[in-house]
């Protein structure tokens, strides 16, 4: 009787797990869509159209199976809703599942490997998060990524095998977390100073003020700057989301609008133009004229943001030292990978916008499940290599 019982709750276990993780990535939604607006997570306490701002009643909330119901539209102004909702719900059940098929045991024993299933859930869904957040605004918020280390160094300390330490060693734990919490955060932000040192910044000081311009040749190419006796095709400018060209004009042109004595930045999607205190926006969609007198120009070259060093230290605080070596490496191949299957495509402007962050989560994630054999693997190689 009593096998029998524990067959079913293992069973039960099985579909929990996965629809736990929806139900998460349900949450997790509101999280990517209010923390970057500055909304509190709490109030309103019930999920809303982001168009209509309705209160969505709770039988049109339920993971997963909602948003098919309703095709995709809010039932109130049959407003579109990203698929982004469903596909946040359906990975984070996916991955839920997948951590609690590798490190679970049977029922009576859950208090041996639940805190570690648990732990690994938490750090999941900050990943998850922080890379939606990331790949839509451009930021790591530091309540994901200081908020996430400070949990990361707790959970070391309650679950010491998350960072390579033996069961009961929870002072050791703690202190592995903090130390690769710390080779996170310092590591990469090396990296970032020597990036800026190696690729510097390319920057242009005249005399005299020379003729600046964007132009665009047709609709089918992409758009060329053009200054003095320089012409730089935009790909070579922008190939990220995050670059940017800083302009000291005499003048400057925007179709209609003429501006005097100004600095300006120029962003993938945007112009930035400055003057006293007054800063006008304006997107480059609707710009058809860009022109001006330029005394100074410069291309800031860096290789990531300060949010991806801290959300590498959060991953350190919950894995250790050894997966942040693992992570900064699969994440550099991804990344290269991604970039050069978007020049082949055609569509290096669509590899250029995904920042760094999801491609930390994803090597990250990757360390979750192989990361260790990998290393392992490495290791054992090497040894070899050496002793031949």
């Given at each position: ?6 067959e079913?709750?293992?069973a039960l276990l099985h ?10 990535g ?8 209010r ?5 509190s997570?709490n109030?309103?306490?019930r999920s809303f ?9 709770m ?6 199976f909602?948003w098919?119901?309703?095709r ?5 102004c049959?407003s579109?809703?990203?698929s982004?909702y ?12 997948a951590?609690f098929?590798?490190?679970?045991g049977p029922?009576p ?8 299933v648990?732990c690994?859930?938490?750090?999941i869904s900050?990943?998850?998060?922080g ?13 994901i990524?200081?908020?996430?280390a ?11 095998q ?6 009961g060693?929870h ?6 977390a903090?130390?690769?919490a710390?080779?996170g955060l310092?590591?990469l932000?090396l990296i970032?100073?020597?990036?800026k040192l ?7 000081v005249?005399e005299?003020?020379?003729s600046?311009e964007?132009?665009?040749?047709d ?6 700057v ?8 935009w790909?070579?400018i922008?190939?990220?989301a995050?670059?940017?060209?800083l302009?000291t004009?005499e ?9 005097q004595?100004?600095?300006?930045e120029?962003?993938m999607?945007?112009l930035?133009v400055?003057?006293?205190n007054?800063?006008q926006?304006?997107p480059?969609?609707g ?10 120009l ?5 290789a990531?943001g ?7 230290m959060m991953?350190?605080a ?7 070596l693992?992570t900064?490496?699969a994440?550099?191949?991804?990344g290269?990978?991604?970039a050069l299957?978007a020049?082949v495509?055609?569509r290096a402007?669509w590899?250029a916008k995904?920042?760094?962050g999801?491609?930390?989560?994803l090597?990250a994630?990757l360390?979750l499940?192989y990361?260790p ?6 290791l054992?190689?090497m ?6």
């Amino acid at each position: 009787m009593d096998s029998t019982r524990h067959e079913i709750l293992n069973a039960l276990l099985h579909f929990l797990a996965f629809f736990m993780g929806a139900g998460i990535g349900s949450f997790l939604n509101v999280v990517i869509y209010r923390v970057p607006r500055n909304i509190s997570v709490n109030n309103p306490k019930r999920s809303f159209c982001p168009t209509c701002k309705k209160q969505i009643p709770m039988w049109q909330n339920i993971p997963l199976f909602s948003w098919l119901m309703l095709r995709g539209k809010c039932s109130s102004c049959s407003s579109p809703i990203s698929s982004r909702y469903f596909f946040v719900e359906l990975l984070t059940g996916v991955l839920f599942y997948a951590v609690f098929w590798i490190h679970h045991g049977p029922w009576p024993q859950i208090a041996v490997w639940g805190p570690q299933v648990l732990c690994l859930w938490i750090f999941i869904s900050l990943l998850v998060s922080g890379s939606f957040i990331d790949i839509e605004h451009f930021i790591l918020p530091h309540s994901i990524t200081f908020g996430g280390a400070a949990v990361g160094l707790l959970a070391s300390f309650w679950v010491p095998q998350l960072v390579g330490e033996a069961p009961g060693e929870h002072g050791r734990g703690v202190l592995m977390a903090f130390g690769s919490a710390a080779i996170g955060l310092g590591g990469l932000w090396l990296i970032v100073e020597l990036g800026k040192l190696a690729f510097g910044r390319k920057k242009h000081v005249f005399e005299k003020a020379v003729s600046w311009e964007v132009t665009q040749p047709d609709d089918t190419q992409p758009p060329v700057v053009r200054f003095a006796d320089t012409e730089m095709p935009w790909e070579d400018i922008f190939m990220r989301a995050s670059d940017r060209m800083l302009i000291t004009c005499e003048e400057l042109q925007v179709n209609g609008h003429q501006f005097q004595k100004t600095t300006a930045e120029l962003w993938m999607e945007k112009l930035k133009v400055r003057q006293a205190n007054d800063i006008q926006e304006f997107p480059l969609e609707g710009v058809t004229k860009l022109q001006g007198k330029i005394t100074q120009l410069i291309i800031p070259r860096e290789a990531m943001g300060m949010g991806d060093v801290f959300f590498l230290m959060m991953i350190g605080a919950f894995c250790g030292w050894k997966c942040v070596l693992f992570t900064v490496l699969a994440a550099s191949v991804i990344g290269t990978f991604v970039a050069l299957f978007a020049r082949v495509t055609g569509r290096a402007e669509w590899g250029a916008k995904i920042p760094f962050g999801p491609y930390l989560a994803l090597g990250a994630l990757l360390w979750l499940f192989y990361g260790p054999h990998i290393f392992e693997w490495y290791l054992t190689k090497m040894g070899a290599f050496r002793g031949a």
